[in-house]
Nanobody, 124 residues
Framework: EVQLVESGGGLVQAGGSLRLSCAAS????????IGWFRQAPGKEREGVSC????????YVPNSVKGRFTIASDNAKNTVYLQMNSLKPEDTAVYYC?????????????????WGQGTQVTVSF
């Protein structure tokens, strides 16, 4: 059974940092791509990064580039999202998702498996 478990969310002041973790199990980690998405109340889900575990290539959109970094520890089957210089508009539920085809697709519907999400709240 494929499982993705996020952790590391919480409340932080603007300008602060958080590191989210996505612990994966039930599949061959190296074959998959893992993406991070977020969804704020009343807004569509938005991709904020992705990593292809086969070659560690990453994708970070311009909206968070320079502030968010994704990394993978294949020995621990865990993907991390380091978020720095956080802003109130980063407040959202953050999800990790797995693409078994290892592609890092842009759209959320192309990911087969999802975690339960972790809340990130950035205060002024």
């Amino acid at each position: 059974e494929v499982q993705l478990v996020e952790s590391g969310g919480g409340l932080v002041q603007a300008g602060g940092s958080l590191r989210l973790s996505c612990a994966a199990s039930g599949f061959t980690f190296d074959d998959y791509a893992i993406g991070w998405f977020r969804q704020a109340p009343g807004k569509e889900r938005e991709g904020v990064s992705c990593i292809r575990n086969s070659d560690s290539s990453t994708y970070v959109p311009n909206s968070v580039k320079g502030r968010f970094t994704i990394a993978s520890d294949n020995a621990k089957n865990t993907v991390y999202l380091q978020m720095n210089s956080l802003k109130p508009e980063d407040t959202a539920v953050y999800y990790c998702a797995a693409d078994p085809r290892g592609r890092c697709p842009k759209w959320d519907y192309e990911y087969d498996y999802w975690g339960q999400g972790t809340q990130v709240t950035v205060s002024f």
